[in-house]
């Protein structure tokens, strides 16, 4: 009798805490949508960006002529996938850094830090709205390509798509806690999220193939985990490629998603330290 009582309290224990969880998630979320519902005319800019990026990539695909094609696929359709899904990535990965720096800059990380919500919880619900709307730009951006540039991705693979998605969100958390906990350390996560911007949209595929660059740099290029992402998600999006077929990256990316651990351990880390040192505020 006494296990079953035992195994019932456990039981309810996981109920409260997965529903308390949930109830925290709503609260951030509400958060973001009251704050999009305030600002907007930012929402309509955004939008009016992202509408004028798609124009220039499409005359810049018109112009460079149908001949081109980078891995056998459309250039537009190329540049659609490669900057629409690079740009939710990169967002997923700032977003851990913004909060921590908002936080910071605002005077309000040390109480956020000492609340009943573990610190690891309360960065990855931060985060959670900004992968939401950063997925919500990536699917208007694609959207946009296809009803007013004509782009067709009518032979994208659902069930590819949705396991890319993931490994990809696991390995985002990773690097993104990994810039959370340079902030802490040393205040210098933007440096991060810089370096990431800055060199590998370049040697991952983004805006043409990598096997047009050196073969060293090409070497260098497979070796960054973005790469893979971009390659899995194209052959998603725009071969039709099933789970078996994207097997040899699904894997790496798997592999990848060990960049998860390693962030949260790093980012606890450096909230200890920066807690016994005092600097949680210094920006």
């Known amino acids: 009798m006494m296990p079953i009582l035992a195994a019932t309290s456990r039981s309810r224990s996981a109920a409260t805490a997965v529903?308390?969880?949930?109830?925290?998630?709503?609260?951030?979320?509400?958060?973001?949508?009251?704050?999009?519902l305030r600002y907007r005319a930012g929402f309509l800019l955004t939008m009016?960006?992202?509408?004028?990026?798609?124009?220039?990539f499409f005359f810049l695909a018109r112009s460079v002529g149908s001949g081109y094609r980078p891995e056998g696929h459309d250039y537009f359709l190329?540049?659609?996938?490669?900057?629409g899904f690079y740009s939710f990535l990169l967002n997923g990965i700032s977003s851990f850094l913004t909060m921590i720096q908002e936080a910071q800059t605002t005077g309000t990380l040390e109480v956020l830090m000492t609340t009943s919500t573990s610190p690891t919880v309360l960065v990855l619900l931060s985060a959670?709205?900004?992968?939401?709307?950063?997925?919500?730009?990536?699917?208007?951006?694609?959207?946009?390509?296809?009803?007013?540039?004509?782009?067709?991705?009518?032979?994208?693979?659902?069930?590819?798509?949705t396991l890319v998605s993931l490994l990809s969100l696991l390995l985002v958390v990773g690097l993104g806690l990994?810039?959370?906990?340079?902030?802490?350390a040393i205040q210098r996560g933007s440096a991060i999220v810089w370096v990431i911007g800055t060199t590998t949209w370049m040697v991952t595929g983004t805006l043409f193939?990598?096997?047009?660059?050196?073969a060293p740099v090409q070497w260098m290029a497979q070796a960054?985990?973005?790469?893979?992402?971009?390659?899995?998600?194209?052959?998603?999006?725009?071969?039709?490629?099933?789970?078996?077929?994207?097997?040899?990256?699904?894997?790496?990316?798997?592999?990848?998603?060990l960049l998860l651990p390693a962030g949260w351990l790093a980012f606890a880390y450096a909230l200890r330290t920066a807690r016994r040192r005092g600097t949680l505020s210094y920006y």
């Open 19 to 36: 529903a308390a969880l949930a109830d925290k998630a709503w609260a951030v979320l509400r958060r973001e949508l009251l704050t999009a």
């Open 48 to 56: 009016l960006s992202h509408l004028a990026e798609l124009a220039a």
């Open 78 to 83: 190329f540049l659609l996938v490669g900057t």
């Open 128 to 161: 959670f709205s900004s992968f939401l709307r950063s997925a919500a730009g990536m699917f208007l951006y694609l959207l946009g390509g296809v009803l007013l540039f004509g782009a067709s991705l009518a032979g994208a693979n659902p069930l590819s798509v």
């Open 178 to 184: 990994f810039a959370a906990a340079v902030q802490l």
């Open 209 to 214: 193939p990598v096997s047009a660059l050196p």
């Open 224 to 257: 960054f985990p973005l790469t893979q992402a971009l390659n899995a998600m194209r052959r998603a999006l725009l071969d039709g490629a099933t789970p078996g077929q994207l097997l040899p990256e699904l894997a790496r990316l798997a592999a990848c998603s």
